[in-house]
């Protein structure tokens, strides 16, 4: 006779216990002293956010009484101001980015993935005259890539591509002399799947002929501190 071994029941099954590592605990005090630290940078966050949205609503406050003012007055009128107000938000908006300030990030949220596969280049065969200049051109990721983590960004200039010290993407992998790859192919942003340099003056002044656009040089300029870099 064969003896058979019985299934373990659902009981003994789910009474089994699972011994995982136990790695061992920081010291406490290493422990406070980080929530201290972290604590601390909250707080200043948090006062500083309450400080701007005063101080927000105080100017807020101010620019809509004035409005009412000069409009009860037949001064100005509401049709004007909101004409204005377009003029003015865009030239703001221009200085606001060129200076660096604030958060930038993708207006368009469209999935990347969803992109098709984008205009067809020959890029081997250009490299040696282009130097991939598309790979020094900035621009801002979109919520998806940031949520993503694949790619990185600038901690000065959130949430802008990172770049290397010397102008180029900081995923751009160098391949020997005069090769390039993208080390985040897979993930790449949108703007790098649906830019097509064949109308950017500033790299061709005829692309069918590869012959360079004069303007080609001022890509590889170093920026002097304090100075935006072209953007896509």
């Given amino acids: 006779m064969i003896a058979r071994s019985h299934p373990e029941s659902a009981d003994a099954s789910a009474k089994r216990v699972i011994h995982l590592p136990v790695l061992p605990s920081p010291p406490a005090e290493e422990v406070e002293a980080l929530r201290a630290e972290v604590a ?4 200043y966050a ?11 609503l105080e100017t807020a406050a101010f620019s809509y009484a004035l409005i009412e003012l000069l409009a009860e007055r037949g ?3 509401i049709a004007e101001l909101d004409e204005r107000k377009k003029i003015v938000a865009e030239r703001l908006e221009a200085r606001y980015r060129d200076s660096g300030m604030g958060v930038m990030r993708q207006e368009a949220e469209a999935d990347k993935y969803a992109f098709g596969a ?5 890029c081997a065969s250009r490299l040696h005259v282009c130097r ?4 020094r051109l900035a621009f801002a990721l979109s919520r998806q890539d ?23 993407c900081t995923h751009l992998e160098r391949e020997g002399e005069g090769g ?19 109308g950017d003056a500033r790299i061709w002044a005829d692309f069918e002929a590869m ?14 501190d304090g100075e935006p870099p072209a953007e896509a």
């Fill in 46 to 56: 948090h006062y500083r956010a309450n400080a701007n949205t005063s101080r927000t």
């Fill in 132 to 135: 991939a200049a598309c790979c």
């Fill in 75 to 77: 001064v100005i009128t």
């Fill in 146 to 168: 940031v949520e993503e983590g694949v790619l990185k960004w600038e901690f000065g200039r959130p949430y802008m591509i990172r770049r290397a010290p010397d102008g180029y």
């Fill in 180 to 198: 390039c790859r993208c080390g985040v192919y897979a993930h790449r942003p949108y703007p790098c799947r649906a830019y097509d340099c064949r």
């Fill in 118 to 122: 984008g205009p067809a280049i020959d």
């Fill in 211 to 224: 012959v360079p656009s004069p303007e080609l040089e001022r890509l590889f300029a170093v920026p002097r």
């Fill in 40 to 43: 601390e940078g909250m707080l």
